[in-house]
């Protein structure tokens, strides 16, 4: 059995005090989920049932609500996919954020713009994870300054996103060209080496990635049998050329 939704083993005591009682609900409460989002940030530790709790609350206090905030609670979320933590935060933010910005009938207020960009552009970077185009992951990244910006908060970002698309690639795969691994995880020479090697303690054969047997990667084949007895195919011929009554 997994663990539950609202399981983050590194959450502080005065979190959990929140997330469990009326204070969940309580505008004041949003400078510590902030803070909290923050906390995340920098220490590489992940609460998505306290963050989309923060969203809940801006929802209903739009006035409260951090553009910085959202869209760190939005980079998190994509160190973690495969998992729908992203679309689970896009779904309490507010619906011009992912109108197209040119036909746009909503009327920003100031700072709404650029919030909606920047949405976007995670969006992408959501879209092409989920299409494993990862290559295409690491160059959209360096394609412009903005993602820099939204990155620059979230501590080991990039070494996080490699470590879960490793850990995606593990899933599916037994054997690799090391080209296109690199282009993957965005690493070449020794820190290729390095991180296949060391950090996922997969084998280097030349121009070949051999990733160990697990249980996702490992082919079984499944025998269905048939367990259909001659009289029930009996009454199934008979009561076709029974006449209706």
Known sequence: MGAPFDFAPERPDHIEQILNGLDRYNPETT????????QQCENQTYD????????????????????ETITNILVKALTVFPSPDFSLGLALLPSHTLAPLSTSSHTPAAGDAPLSEAVQKLNIL????????YAAFWSTLDSDDLYADLVADVS????????RIAATVSQSIREVERSILESWLDL????????????????????????PINKDNEAKG???RENVKFDQFSRVVRRAFEQPA
Do not use: S
């Not at 080991?156 to 470590?163: A, D, K, P, T």
């Open 222 to 224: 499944t025998v269905v």
């Open 156 to 163: 080991g970002f990039e070494e996080l996103m490699r470590v």
């Open 31 to 38: 400078a510590v989920f902030q803070d909290y989002v923050m």
């Open 126 to 133: 959501k879209n092409l994870l989920e299409g494993a185009d």
């Open 48 to 67: 998505c049932y306290a963050n989309l709790a923060l969203l809940k609350l801006y929802q209903f206090n739009p006035h409260l609500a951090r553009d």
């Open 188 to 211: 070449n020479g020794k820190e290729f080496e390095h991180f296949v090697g060391t950090v996922c303690g997969w084998n280097v054969d030349g121009d070949k990635i051999k990733v």
